[in-house]
């Protein structure tokens, strides 16, 4: 019963709320994406917002660098983790990081017993960032060996958390 003027006049229109809306809560559209694929650079392809290789140094001092430096070598593309031998790697996407339900419970591997992920309270951008850089747990406890320090600027940071 709706004329095809009349259904894009109302597209059109919504099209427009949303930007009024958006720009009204000054987010824009545009910027937010561009944030979430410069975090996605970093975790996936370990390159920074500049351009630059993220860095990460190992437990032993070693660094890495670039794609050999990217978080889903070892948290997976899913942000859903692993078990490699006696090495739980959490899940990090949001869900397990600023979790909104009790415990939500993720199969990190279903072929070993330790392959579910430990509860832990929720993570903020602050303690976030010291797990990032300093490898430090939400009881300022060390991670694993295995979890590199990353070298971040706020920028850098500002993406990862957006993508993340």
């Known amino acids: 019963m709706f004329t095809g003027a009349f259904r894009k006049g109302s597209v059109e229109m919504l099209i427009m709320l949303t930007m009024v809306v958006g720009a009204m809560s000054g987010k ?7 944030l979430q694929e410069s ?6 392809e370990g390159l920074m ?34 078990v490699e031998g006696s090495t739980v790697i959490s899940p990090i996407n949001a869900r397990f990081l600023f979790k909104r339900e009790e415990h939500p419970l993720a199969i990190v591997d279903a072929r070993h017993r330790m392959g579910f992920n ?5 993570f903020t951008m602050e303690t976030l960032d010291k797990a990032i850089e300093q490898g430090l747990g939400l009881a300022g406890e060390n991670f694993s060996r295995s979890m590199r320090r990353y070298v971040m600027d706020d920028a850098s ?5 957006a993508y993340l």
């Open 28 to 34: 824009s559209v545009v910027a937010d994406n561009a």
């Open 39 to 44: 975090g996605r650079r970093i975790y996936e």
């Open 49 to 82: 917002p500049n351009g630059e290789p993220l860095k990460g140094i190992r437990f032993d001092g070693s660094m890495v660098e670039g794609q050999d430096a990217a978080c889903m070598n070892c948290h997976r593309k899913s942000g859903m983790g692993g």
């Open 118 to 122: 430990q509860p832990h309270a929720s």
């Open 157 to 161: 940071r500002s993406a990862l958390h």
